[in-house]
């Protein structure tokens, strides 16, 4: 996977949880509607991500563009943990 796909797929992932949080903005999304993520600040992802998804578009299917315009950093979700450190 090389590293525009490992982005389309994080962003991907997280345009779910928003689905999931905010149910409202599925209801504006078309039944079998090609998808487009576009990060703000990235041109060079942006036009992959385009291309990609007219590669797999059909003749009428509607498209729908989802710009990001900020994204938090991922932070862990480690709520404990414990090190232990022994000399080999």
């Not at 599925?26 to 079998?32: F, G, L, T």
Request: no cysteine; aromatic share 6%.
């Amino acid at each position: 996977m090389n590293i525009m796909e490992r982005k389309n797929t994080e962003l991907i992932k997280e345009f779910d949880r928003y689905i999931r949080e905010h149910p409202e903005f599925a209801d504006s999304i078309p039944n079998n509607a090609i998808v487009i993520m576009q990060l703000e600040g990235d041109d060079e992802f942006n036009r992959w991500s385009l291309e990609l998804a007219k590669s797999h578009a059909e003749k009428g299917q509607p498209v729908v563009y989802v710009r990001i315009k900020r994204i938090k950093p991922i932070r862990s979700r480690i709520e404990q943990l414990e090190l232990e450190q022994q000399v080999a």
